[in-house]
């Protein structure tokens, strides 16, 4: 099982040193500015970090949509509300070498399989089997050599991980025991690029990352995610998923939802740390500065319900 530091037991404080072999780290995908959910999300993965002395690292997740300068806007931002991390911001498309080697291994072992399916239809079978949650259907796991021949001349292939099906146990800090179902997911897609599971395993493990801290929406990729750490010899980290931000009408914050990124709300009259009180006061935090809700900080004591922005600062509510 995977696990955090025991439940009523707290490691000291950020000293201002930090142990070198543990690390946590924020990873944004440069397809836009980041939005209050996100930003809320990096002050609480920096507060997990620096509560336990660990490194925070900070890599840009850019193998799939980039929209240009959108990395730079994002840094700014997190130094805006105070998100300092340890050493240069990475890229994870320059980590390629990283990620081919891990695959290669996957193939050489027998852990890969080739796919041929679309997306429509996974989900004409995905529908087709009724079930409650949208895993790969098995299509093309045991094509013969002669099928996948016949296929290849219709589509390339992907490349997905042949994962023994099953579940994965883990205990989350914030979502508690958790069990849920391992897919065989895309590694390679059939343009090429590697896929982000493979990549986001692959640059935790190679980058000392042993705590993550990112949305719940993520909570279910997990168990995938650690069956293929372990399938490559390597510890999975620990994990806590924190609760979105919701816009008015109960659903994920998005534009939609009016003022929800720096720029926008400096546009409205508030500065970025105004944007950071009001992001600490929703987690039951002091503002004034990270260092006072580090203080202040307990993981244990951290709501498991979404906070909802109604669309001004200083008004949205819990629940």
């Known amino acids: 099982m995977v696990g955090v530091y025991p439940r009523g037991v707290r490691r000291a404080g950020y000293s201002g040193s930090v142990n070198s072999s543990d690390a946590g780290r924020y990873a944004p995908s440069p397809s836009g500015d980041l939005h209050l959910g996100n930003l809320r999300t990096a002050l609480l993965a920096w507060l997990f970090a620096r509560t336990t002395n660990r490194r925070f ?52 072992d027998g852990r890969t399989f080739e796919c041929f399916c679309t997306r429509r239809d996974i989900a004409e079978a995905t529908s087709a089997a009724h079930g409650a949650i949208s895993l790969y259907p098995g299509t093309c796991r045991n094509l013969s050599a002669a099928e996948r021949e016949e296929r290849r001349r219709e589509r390339p292939a992907a490349l997905r991980f042949r994962s023994g099906g099953g579940t994965e146990r883990f205990t989350d800090a914030v979502a508690g025991d958790y069990v849920g179902p391992v897919d065989d997911v895309v590694l390679r897609r059939n343009d090429g690029a590697i896929a982000y599971n493979l990549a986001v395993v692959v640059d935790d493990a190679d980058q000392g990352v042993d705590q993550v801290v990112r949305g719940d929406d993520l909570l279910a990729s997990t168990p995938t995610q650690i069956r293929l750490a372990r399938t490559l010899g390597h510890a999975p980290p620990s994990y806590a998923h924190v609760p979105l931000v919701l816009g008015p009408e109960g659903k994920r914050l998005a534009k939609r939802d009016g003022a929800v990124t720096l720029s926008d ?43 909802v922005f109604r669309g001004t600062l200083g008004r949205g509510t819990s629940g």
């Open 57 to 108: 690292l900070l890599r840009v997740e850019d193998l799939d949509r980039v929209r240009a300068r959108a990395e730079e806007s994002q840094l700014r931002d997190l130094e805006a509300v105070g998100v300092t991390w340890d050493g240069p911001a990475v890229r994870q498309s320059e980590r390629g070498g990283l990620h081919e080697a891990a695959l290669e291994t996957l193939i050489r």
């Open 265 to 307: 709300l400096a546009a409205a009259g508030w500065g970025a740390e105004e944007v950071r009180d009001t992001l600490l006061q929703s987690l039951g935090l002091p503002g004034g500065g990270l260092e006072n809700a580090l203080a202040a900080f307990d993981p244990e004591r951290l709501s498991r319900e979404p906070w």
